[in-house]
């Protein structure tokens, strides 16, 4: 089952996710999977020890990306930026035990209403109405959208980083929302880029996006590779 975490940029973003840690070694399932990748690149830093559960599991998913990646598919989860309501934001499901509750207490409302009647007329009118106005607008389902983590490597120690990530950052397509960013280490000094991107699929091919303009003349100055760590379909 899919869960949702808000604005874990902030203190009660990563309470909430040390709260959901505190019985869990991992976002879902039993092994590491792209549900953990999606967290773990929406946190632009390490948490601190403060946050026991998330610190534990945040260097455990790290310590798998350097030695052999992630490849399971997990629940499905999704960040936001901010929580609506406290009950909102929590990924913990709801007890269930009282949903029929509300049920009972509306029964006189419903009463006089027929949900299982023929449409009227005018309901008929207005159905063919909304299904004509769709038509002749040429509105289309919207198109799926895919979250995307992506590791890029600089030549070498001596990569001016942020030019990179201006460079990277400086690429503009339809459907293509850059996100959250972080340098990591990985050895003799150099550091790679990871950085999260929401694409719309119908409009957007990280192949496409990776070979035509993230490889290539001027960004190819700063940008020896590209790869796909994490893609999870949103």
Known sequence: MAVTFYN?????????????????????????????ISVY??????????????????????ALLRISGVSSEGAGVTIEGSAPSVEEASPVSPPTADTKAPAAEEDDDDDDVDLFGEETEEEKQAAEARAAAIKASGKKKESGKSSVLLDVKPWDDETDMQKLEEAVRSVKMDGLFWGASK????????KKLQI???????????????????????????????????????
């Open 8 to 36: 874990l940029g902030s203190s009660a973003g990563l309470k909430k996710l040390d709260e959901y840690l505190l019985t869990r070694s991992y976002i879902s399932g039993y092994q590491a999977s792209k549900d953990d």
């Open 196 to 234: 999260m991107m929401t694409i719309i699929d119908d409009l957007v091919s990280v192949d496409t996006l990776i070979e035509d303009h993230l490889t290539v003349e001027p960004i190819n100055e700063y940008v020896q590779s590209c790869d796909i760590v994490a893609f999870n379909k949103i």
């Open 183 to 190: 340098l990591v280490p990985v050895g003799y000094g150099i």
């Open 41 to 62: 690149g929406a946190l632009s830093s390490s948490p601190s020890s403060e946050y026991v559960n998330v610190s534990r599991w945040y260097k455990h998913i790290d």
